[in-house]
């Protein structure tokens, strides 16, 4: 992309974010976070390769502002659309030795990683949407082991 490695750039917004939760979030008190691992994962079978003629890949049709912001995205010919094609995941994990969850400092890392991919990709897609923002694991704490979509009995039975 034109302002840099994307994914790159993201992964350092997000735990730069994990570390400034506290200074965003009203309430929400500093924590001596032990590490920040953010992964920002493209999805869908994306090519970067131009082809032509009758090749089994071709540019997705898209015009440039004439500011160097056209790249050459690729989509499979005559393939089941690819309901991934386009996008980015994005995990953020965080881990902290103290009595306190990080669940706030992950969603925060999370979140900011995934504005800096729609930052540094909206010249070429506006139409670009963050969604399922969500908790999906949290272990330690009073509340021990959650895990998103399984029901977990409380310490008292």
């Known amino acids: 992309m034109k ?19 506290s200074d965003l979030i009203p ?9 920040v ?8 079978d994306v090519k970067a390769s ?7 890949i071709q540019s997705a049709r898209w015009a440039g502002t004439g500011q160097g912001d056209a790249y050459a995205w690729h989509a499979r010919v005559g393939a089941k659309e690819d309901v991934d094609f386009g ?28 504005m800096t991919v729609y930052d540094m990709c909206k010249a070429v897609d506006k139409g670009m949407h963050i969604e399922g923002l969500r908790v999906i694991r949290k272990e330690g704490g009073k509340s021990g082991t ?12």
């Open 87 to 114: 996008k980015v995941e994005v995990r953020a994990t965080v881990v902290c030795d103290g009595k306190t969850g990080v669940e706030m400092e992950a969603l925060t890392a999370a979140s900011v990683a995934a």
């Open 3 to 21: 302002k840099g490695d994307v994914l790159a750039v993201a992964r350092i917004a997000g735990i730069m974010a994990a570390k400034k939760c």
């Open 37 to 44: 691992e953010i992964d920002v994962t493209p999805l869908g």
């Open 50 to 56: 131009t082809s032509t003629g009758n090749d089994e």
């Open 146 to 157: 959650w895990v998103e979509g399984e029901s977990v009995i409380g310490r008292d039975g």
């Open 27 to 35: 309430l929400c008190h500093p924590i001596a976070i032990s590490s």
